[in-house]
C-alpha cells in the first residue's frame, strides 16, 4: 500500500488492500466502547478533580451532562459520517496482474481530502483508545500472564493500532504543514 499526499493537503491511498480496508470500514464498531465504564470514563473523562467542593461539582457535572458531552458526541458522530462516506468513495483498483482472475487480489484507492484529515484523525485516534483498553496493549506494557496464550484477536487489535497511529501520524504531518 501507498500513501500519497495529495497537491492540496489530503492523502492518497493505492492498492490498499481490501483486508485493510474492510478493517477501516469497521471504524464505528470499533470505536464503540460498549457501555465499558473504563472506556467511556476515558473517552469522556470527568470534568473535575474529586476535592472540589460539592456545590461547585453538582453544577459544573450538570452543565458538563447537559451541554459538554453532548457536543463532544455530536461531534464525534460528525467525524464517523465523514470518515464513513470517505470510505464509501473509495473505489477498486484493478491489480497490475488482474488478468480476470477471479482469486486475483483486490486493492482499493481511498482519497482523503484535506478538510477531513481532522475528522479522520479524531476517528482513528478514538479507535486506537477503545482498541487499547479492550486488548490490553499495547504489548510491550501488558504482556502475557504466565500460561496465557495470545489471541489472535489480540494481535489483530496491535496490529490495527499501530496501523492507524502511523496513518494519523501522517495526518499530523500534513496538519503541521498546513499551519506553518
Known amino acids: 500500500?501507498?500513501?500519497?499526499?495529495?497537491?492540496?493537503?489530503?492523502?492518497?491511498?493505492?492498492?490498499?488492500?481490501?483486508?485493510?480496508?474492510?478493517?477501516?470500514?469497521?471504524?464505528?464498531?470499533?470505536?464503540?466502547p460498549d457501555d465499558d465504564p473504563?472506556?467511556?470514563?476515558?473517552?469522556?473523562?470527568?470534568?473535575?478533580?474529586?476535592?472540589?467542593?460539592?456545590?461547585?461539582?453538582?453544577?459544573?457535572?450538570?452543565?458538563?451532562?447537559?451541554?459538554v458531552r453532548p457536543e463532544l458526541e455530536v461531534a464525534f458522530d460528525s467525524n464517523m459520517l465523514t470518515v464513513m462516506n470517505d470510505l464509501a468513495d473509495a473505489n477498486i483498483e484493478?491489480?497490475?496482474?488482474?488478468?480476470?482472475?477471479?482469486?486475483?487480489?483486490?486493492?482499493?484507492?481511498?482519497?482523503?481530502?484535506?478538510?477531513h484529515t481532522h475528522a479522520w484523525l479524531q476517528i482513528l485516534n478514538r479507535a486506537r483508545i477503545v482498541l487499547a483498553i479492550k486488548h490490553r496493549l499495547p504489548l510491550s506494557e501488558y504482556p502475557l500472564a504466565g500460561d496465557e496464550k495470545i489471541s489472535l484477536q489480540r494481535l489483530l487489535a496491535a496490529h490495527l493500532s499501530d496501523s492507524f497511529a502511523e496513518i494519523s501520524e501522517i495526518l499530523v504531518h500534513l496538519m503541521m504543514d498546513e499551519f506553518s
Not at 482472475?101 to 478538510?115: A, C, G, M, T
Open 1 to 32: 500500500m501507498d500513501i500519497l499526499p495529495l497537491p492540496n493537503g489530503g492523502l492518497r491511498f493505492l492498492e490498499m488492500p481490501a483486508a485493510f480496508y474492510e478493517q477501516l470500514s469497521l471504524l464505528s464498531q470499533t470505536c464503540d
Open 38 to 67: 473504563t472506556i467511556v470514563s476515558r473517552l469522556y473523562p470527568h470534568p473535575l478533580d474529586p476535592s472540589e467542593a460539592l456545590e461547585d461539582r453538582e453544577k459544573a457535572e450538570e452543565d458538563w451532562a447537559d451541554y
Open 94 to 115: 484493478a491489480s497490475e496482474d488482474d488478468s480476470d482472475d477471479p482469486d486475483s487480489e483486490v486493492y482499493y484507492r481511498l482519497e482523503i481530502p484535506n478538510d
